[in-house]
């Protein structure tokens, strides 16, 4: 019998597999074409939300030094789609998959700087700096405000640091179409891209 196939394909056409992203091809447009397609809460929400744009809106509750990290946060839903937090909870070999992926993602598009601003030496775990975990909460708790059934006492229990939920609570979601989704992911990561070309990392941080 032969061995099972860990292999998926991309947007561009490049293989990806599961099991080696680090030796795997794959592009920023296919990163950006897949967080388009995948829809937030499982697909539950009253209209498509996607995580793209979900990641631009973490992005912007950042300091610069970590926008770029917080567009990639949830990066590998693009190869292997959003599971529920309850479900990957019980899934232990999925959530080393996950992490795995995610360091592949950030060695590959962030700089040694931005790995070293997220605390510790390179390589470091950009993608879960306390800044943007923090962004992150806050605005799961914003999004299922407006797009989700009203369970206060559900949402509540989600832990969300109270100055991240200020600076957030004023956001609108769009829920933009797919391919807007995806172009407005890679606008945003050109401009923060831009931006640090010209600032220092030490003043970006700040």
Request: a negative charge.
């Amino acid at each position: 019998m032969p061995e099972t196939d860990t292999r998926i394909m991309l947007a561009s056409g490049a293989l990806f597999d599961i099991l080696d992203p680090e030796g795997s091809d794959f592009t920023l447009q296919d990163i950006a074409h897949g967080l388009g397609r995948v829809c937030r809460f499982a697909g539950q929400s009253s209209r498509f939300y996607s995580v793209a744009e979900h990641c631009v809106h973490v992005s912007r509750l950042v300091p610069l030094a970590h926008a770029r990290a917080a567009l990639l946060h949830d990066a590998s839903e693009a190869f292997i789609g959003d599971v529920t937090r309850p479900l990957k909870a019980l899934l232990p070999d999925y959530r080393e998959i996950e992490a795995r992926i995610e360091d592949a993602i950030a060695t590959r598009l962030l700089s040694a700087e931005e790995h070293a601003v997220a605390g510790g030496a390179f390589p470091s775990d950009p993608l879960k700096a306390p800044a943007i975990k923090k962004a992150d909460l806050a605005m799961c708790l914003v999004e299922a405000r407006q797009l989700m059934p009203h369970a206060p006492g559900y949402w509540s229990s989600l832990p969300v640091d109270p100055e991240a939920l200020d600076a957030a609570r004023d956001v609108r979601v769009d829920c933009k179409p797919p391919e807007a989704a995806t172009q407005g992911w890679l606008r945003a990561w050109h401009r923060y891209s831009h931006m640090l070309e010209q600032y220092p990392l030490q003043r970006a941080a700040a």
